[in-house]
């Protein structure tokens, strides 16, 4: 991605001297400069607000809470894990910021589950079908409330930031059962059932996974 903009930013440059629109090029690049600021603080006090309402949840208990009541959907989703795991806790956070659309702060929250679910891993050097559907699940990153995009409109001066609610909710849907359900799909169908061959030294059959 380094290399792609670098070179869309050499070559929008040369080509303005070539045709002697310099000025024009180096305006849009101090505009655009200007307005990436503004949206880059316009975002921080959204996403005080909104990590602020994580961490009250999490010590109130109210993710444990939520973890129960989605305990029959995450025994279903993540069936290799135990069923008093923390990464259970966490998941449902996890979750719940990414449906405010609270990305940048579900991203260290994701990193934890994935480390709760590597020490629950017993093959340490592959990722596990729970591993797999989490981050399925964080691609396809369902959204009820796309906060952050909406900060981003509200930013570049939007009359009306809010009515990409439901067309993303819409896609995010669409996107988020189908990634549930082609990871369940992969996991059945590519399923390690191992293979037997004979071993030539003892002339007896080994597992080979």
């Keep these: 991605m380094n290399y792609i903009f670098y070179f869309l930013i050499a070559f929008s440059i040369i080509f303005g001297i070539i045709n002697g629109r310099t000025q024009e090029v180096v305006s849009a690049i101090m505009d655009g400069a200007e307005l990436s600021v503004k949206i880059a603080i316009s975002l921080i006090g959204i996403m005080a607000f909104w990590l602020g309402i994580m ?6 208990g109210l993710v444990q809470f939520i973890a129960k009541i989605i305990k ?65 699940m964080n691609t396809a990153g369902f959204q009820i409330i796309p906060a952050t995009v909406i900060a981003v409109l509200v930013a570049v001066g939007s009359k009306n930031p809010t009515e990409i609610i439901m067309p993303a ?29 004979t071993a030539p030294e003892t002339g007896k059959e080994a597992d080979n996974a």
């Design 72 to 136: 029959p959907i995450t025994k279903w989703l993540f069936n290799e894990i135990h069923e008093e795991s923390p990464a259970i806790g966490n998941i449902a956070l996890s979750f719940s910021a990414n449906a405010l659309g609270l990305t940048n702060a579900a991203t260290p929250i994701g990193l934890r589950v994935m480390q709760e679910l590597q020490e629950e891993n017993d093959d340490k050097t592959t990722a596990s079908n729970a591993m797999c559907m989490f981050l399925a």
């Design 55 to 60: 961490r009250i949840a999490e010590k109130s």
């Design 169 to 197: 909710m819409i896609v995010t849907s669409i996107a988020f059962i189908s990634a549930i359900l082609l990871a369940k799909l992969f996991q059945y169908t590519w399923k390690d059932k191992g293979c037997k061959e």
